[in-house]
């Protein structure tokens, strides 16, 4: 499969700690993005990495991309309640096609 | 207003029936996809196009077609549902295909 595949399935966190997700993927890649998703509604993008970059900040979301190990890591800091969604990993493999994984279910606790 | 909107938002309908997803988008892209998700599985790509004569087979085409009606304008067809059919239904529009893809709300079909 050209799947992203995300790790752990599902997270529990109390609010205000960090979230981590990861994502590994298979074949060679031109960027990868993170989308979240409230339940049942659709995809928001949440970041874009490219090849060539190992980490990118955008607010509370750190993302890191290590391509020698063909693996992301998706982190949330300080979370917060309205932080609860699926997260999903979308590596652009180089035919320029988006192969999404099956998601990381994040559940932050008040 | 949404910039990718589908209808309908929720259908039933019995196995053997033609039914027609349909999507709009205001951003101006070019390239639009449709989606099904299952559970367990995510996202799997079921058709997608460059443009309005550019129309292209995703990873799970079979008992899917399309039809890309203006540059604004993407239906999904199924043209005689089967139970395993029933999902949700996305739509997403990009300016680039290595770009950000914006998604519509879903499209919930469950096939009797």
């Known amino acids: 499969s050209q799947q992203g595949e995300e790790d752990p399935q599902a997270l529990s966190i109390q609010e205000g700690e960090n979230a981590t997700m990861n994502c590994s993927y298979k074949?060679?890649?031109?960027?990868l993005q993170w989308y979240r998703q409230n339940s049942g509604r659709g995809l928001v993008h949440l970041i874009l990495i490219r090849s060539n970059e190992r980490e990118k900040h955008s607010g509370r979301l750190r993302v890191t991309l290590d391509t020698s190990k063909k693996s992301s890591s998706l982190l949330i800091t300080a979370s917060r309640a309205a932080d609860t969604a699926s997260y999903f990993c979308a590596p652009l493999n180089t035919g320029n096609q988006f192969y999404f994984g099956t998601g990381t279910s994040l559940t932050v606790i008040p | 207003d949404a910039d990718v909107t589908q209808t309908p938002r929720n259908r039933i309908t019995k196995t053997g029936k033609r039914i027609m997803l349909e999507c709009s988008q205001t951003?101006?892209?070019?390239?639009m996809y449709w989606y099904r998700q299952d559970p367990g599985l995510g996202l799997r790509l079921i058709y997608y196009?460059?443009?309005?004569?550019?129309?292209n087979k995703g990873e799970i085409s079979d008992g899917y077609s399309v039809s890309r009606q203006a540059q604004a304008k993407f239906s999904l067809s199924l043209e005689s549902a089967i139970p395993n059919q029933t999902a949700l239904y996305f739509c997403a529009t990009s300016p680039d295909s290595r770009e950000t893809q914006y998604f519509g709300p879903g499209t919930r079909l469950l096939v009797l």
């Open positions: 074949t060679s890649i031109n960027n």
């Open positions: 951003k101006g892209h070019d390239r």
């Open positions: 196009s460059f443009d309005v004569k550019d129309i």
